[in-house]
């Protein structure tokens, strides 16, 4: 989503990780799905994400956003982007950040980011361009993206308010949502009751829609850049 669209995604959704893994006793507590997403402007559908969540042996899993335009401006200038975060689950049932790789393309410029967390070591390496970083980790310490699945498993354990240390690209960045209340919202995928999650840091306000006994990932997610809109179209369950 940057000025494109995973970054709302991302930034919209930060949740809880608390650092001590032991991956080889823990089952994850979400399964392998796929969801798709309409993408809108002011209303207007302008792109489609598909974001997925596999195994990929080992105790680690891959969570992965895929966006391209569809339609408008979007569509004319090629723009799509692709965020893949491998993690692993604590016993707590919450996600640990392993690696982080988001890559834009479309119109005359192409962004990328990584971020390498090294618990062992307690450092996060994070390159974006010419520029890079290394920082001390936090307990708790997720990337962006992989702090989608963070926040659904808290609200499945029953959390209304989180704290959240999300690595951004210089340092641990801690975040606050709050469940603001139950609210009818209709999408492509249905009409559902959902928990509104709102973000209140540095003058931001974002919210997001989410039925957490249902699936692991927001039916709808709204405010950010540039009035985007994501809204749940599918959802299967692997």
């Known amino acids: 989503m ?20 032991t991956v080889a006793a823990t089952a994850a507590p979400l399964s392998a799905f796929t969801a798709r997403y309409q993408v809108e402007r002011d209303g207007a559908a302008i792109g489609e994400a598909t974001v997925s969540l596999r195994a990929d042996g080992g105790g680690r899993w891959v969570y992965r956003t895929e966006t391209k335009g569809t339609d408008g401006l979007a569509a004319l200038l090629g723009l799509s982007a692709l965020e893949v975060s491998t993690l692993r689950w604590g016993a707590d049932g919450r996600p640990q950040s392993l690696d982080y790789r988001y890559d ?37 310490a997720v990337d962006r993206h992989a702090a989608t699945l963070a926040i659904a498993a808290a609200l499945r354990a029953g959390a209304q308010q989180v704290a959240v240390p999300v690595a951004v690209k210089d340092r641990i960045e801690v975040q606050h949502f709050a469940v603001a209340g139950a609210e009818s919202v209709q999408v492509p995928a249905g009409q559902f009751t959902a928990q509104r999650v709102e973000r209140r ?38």
């Open 2 to 21: 940057h000025t494109f669209l995973p970054r709302l995604l991302t930034r919209a959704l930060p949740a809880l990780a608390l650092a001590c893994i």
């Open 104 to 140: 834009q393309q479309g119109g005359f410029k192409q962004r990328s980011r990584t971020a390498h967390f090294d618990w062992q070591a307690g450092r996060i390496a994070v390159q974006e361009g010419k520029g890079r970083w290394d920082y001390a980790t936090a307990p708790g």
């Open 201 to 238: 840091d540095d003058g931001k306000t974002m919210h997001s829609w989410y039925v957490p006994k249902r699936f692991p990932v927001p039916v709808e997610i709204a405010g950010g850049d540039g009035g985007i809109t994501m809204k749940l179209v599918s959802y299967a369950a692997q």
